[in-house]
């Protein structure tokens, strides 16, 4: 490994790391100032909204990565592309998203939890948040990862920044919302400016490369969104069987669950391009032996946090989030599962991303919708807990089927040449 490659894998963490204070420092003081209710709401119109960008995303950041990493002159049109791909389909998948949740509320049923207008706020964040997302990803096709550090950063001092600008204000949900829409805006504006280098691309929309990008990408496309909403499904049961209020609760208790999953998820990011230009009878044991290091670094994790959070948590988001200790105690499994999937995946990817991922995918998130709405009314936030434990071990057991039926077909190959 050059002193290049460690540079960018060591820059690279630490960005990731430094930019969950911004997510963080919103978490809290949307928690403290909105109050478990408006808290929950907030959580519900950024869940519809991340929803919303995996479902129009299409698998264009996958494949924008790969298109312009072969073919730098692209850059332009992937761009225009791109943004034109935000711009439409974000905006009218997050509709969908909105119609879906507030089917009942909107149809009138007497039991609907009110959100108001505030949801609507979703057809604003997604098509920017998908556009972030495909700038950065562009960044890291074209050898610019510090552009990617820079921006990932920027975008979460930003949120910071704004959700701070309102709470001195003394705004309420829609103005914290709004921040978060105004720090995404923002970013794209300067990943844009940074990409571009004042370079205005024809911008006219390139069918033909848009439709090799959604061939090169469609597996991974649909493992990606399978696999967000397996985990997101319990907000809309949450939403819909018990309230806001433990909504509210819960979105705290997941909020710490994505900044623990952020150690495992980085070293698959960086294990991916490794396992590709790994010779195919070594990439078993490079992903065996990282997996026996995520698994124990994560237990060791999962024990300590669990030691402090009954201390930690009152002095960070207030006895109103009392309810959340022991929700994010009971969400630490999956976060463990959730570990182990993302270096297994890696594997599995490698290998040419089989159907299999995807079905294991597909079966993980209707086990979560099944048992999310089946156990929410009567158990809250448990009950999607237990959610996504059941849905995570299934998938980790049939991801853990498909890479070892993978590793042995290519032993045998192996053995016969």
């Known amino acids: ?15 990731r790391a430094f930019a969950m204070i911004g997510p ?45 990493a072969a073919r730098r002159h692209l850059l332009g049109r992937l761009v225009v592309n791109s943004l034109a791909v935000a711009a439409l389909l974000g905006p009218l998948a997050a509709l969908l998203a909105v119609g879906v949740a507030l089917g009942p509320e909107l149809m009138g049923h007497p039991d609907a939890q009110p959100t108001g207008p505030a949801a609507f706020m979703a057809l604003l964040i997604a098509p920017l948040s998908l556009s972030v997302l495909y700038l950065t990803n562009i960044a890291v096709g074209v050898g610019r990862v510090q552009l990617f550090n820079g921006l990932t950063v920027l975008s979460g001092m930003l949120a910071l920044l704004a959700a701070g600008l309102v709470a001195a204000s003394g705004g309420g949900l829609l103005a914290y919302l709004a921040a ?17 280098r004042g370079n205005m691309p024809d911008l006219a929309f390139d069918i033909p490369l848009f439709r090799e990008g959604i061939a090169y990408a469609f597996r991974a496309y649909l493992a990606a969104l399978l696999g967000f909403l397996q985990l997101r499904i319990g907000v809309i049961a949450l939403q819909y069987n018990a309230g806001f209020a433990d909504l509210g609760q819960f979105s705290v208790a997941a909020q710490i669950a994505d900044a623990l999953v952020l150690v495992p998820s980085t070293v698959g990011l960086l294990l991916f391009p490794n396992l590709i230009r790994a010779d195919p009878g070594d990439r078993w044991r490079a992903t065996m032996t990282t ?19 009954p201390y930690a948590m009152p002095l ?7 309810a959340a200790i022991w929700l994010t105690i009971a969400l630490l499994p999956s976060v463990f599962l959730v570990s182990l999937q993302s270096v297994l995946s890696q594997f599995v990817a490698a290998e040419g991303f089989p159907w299999g991922q995807v079905r294991a995918w597909l079966i993980g998130f ?17 009950g999607v807990v237990a959610a996504l434990i059941v849905s995570n071990l299934v998938v980790f057991l049939l991801l853990l089927r498909e890479a070892r039926v993978l590793q042995i077909r290519r032993s045998t190959d192996k053995a016969t040449t």
Do not use: C, K, W
């Open 291 to 309: 997996l026996r290091g995520v698994s124990l670094f994560m237990a060791a994790l999962s024990i300590v946090v669990g030691a402090l959070l």
């Open 1 to 15: 490994m050059t002193t290049s490659s460690r540079f960018e894998i060591i820059s690279t963490l630490a960005a």
């Open 180 to 196: 978060a829409a105004a720090a995404l805006a923002v970013t794209a504006t300067v990943g844009l400016a940074y990409l571009l």
């Open 366 to 382: 209707l086990i979560a919708a099944f048992l999310s709405f089946a156990l929410s009314g009567s158990y809250a936030g448990y």
């Open 316 to 322: 960070i988001f207030g006895r109103a989030y009392d």
């Open 24 to 68: 963080f420092g919103v978490s809290i003081l949307t928690a403290r100032l909105l109050g478990p209710e408006d808290r929950g709401r907030y959580f519900f119109v950024i869940a519809l909204a991340q929803i919303a960008a995996q479902l129009a995303g299409l698998g264009l950041h996958a494949s924008n990565s790969y298109l312009v």
